[in-house]
């Protein structure tokens, strides 16, 4: 499956983006979507992830609360709103998928096969 996040962009503290990850090339309701982020110097990390049919949602202890993932199977899109900005939230978001698993699958990026390209949010103090 083929990932293209965009959505990105600069924004104040406090402020919010629509983060947004289409896909295309297979069935996008037979993968379980995540988002990550890596910021400059650090590991990538996770942020969100959502099940295959939208029914299940887990969240970085970071982001509870500000941040929301959901998806839409048959516009073959998963959103990541984000919220109440703060500048320690500046990385590049990617997006990404995996075949369905335990729940515990979701945190880890070597359980996802397939990677989108990334799209940065900086957020100005």
């Known amino acids: 499956v083929q990932l293209q996040a965009s959505g990105g962009g600069l924004v104040q503290a406090g402020g919010s983006l629509r983060l947004s990850c289409a896909a295309s090339g297979r069935t996008f309701s037979n993968y379980d979507m995540g988002w990550f982020r890596q910021a400059p110097g650090k590991e990538r990390e996770f942020v969100a992830a959502?099940?295959?049919?939208?029914?299940?949602?887990y969240y970085a202890d970071s982001v509870k609360g500000r941040f929301t993932i959901s998806r839409d199977n048959a516009k073959n899109t998963v959103t990541l709103q984000v919220n109440s900005l703060k500048p320690e939230d500046t990385a590049v978001y990617y997006c990404a998928a995996k075949q369905p698993g335990y729940s515990g699958s979701y945190y880890y990026t070597g359980k996802y096969a397939y990677w989108g390209q990334g799209t940065l949010v900086t957020v100005s103090s």
């Open positions: 959502i099940s295959w049919s939208g029914g299940s949602t």
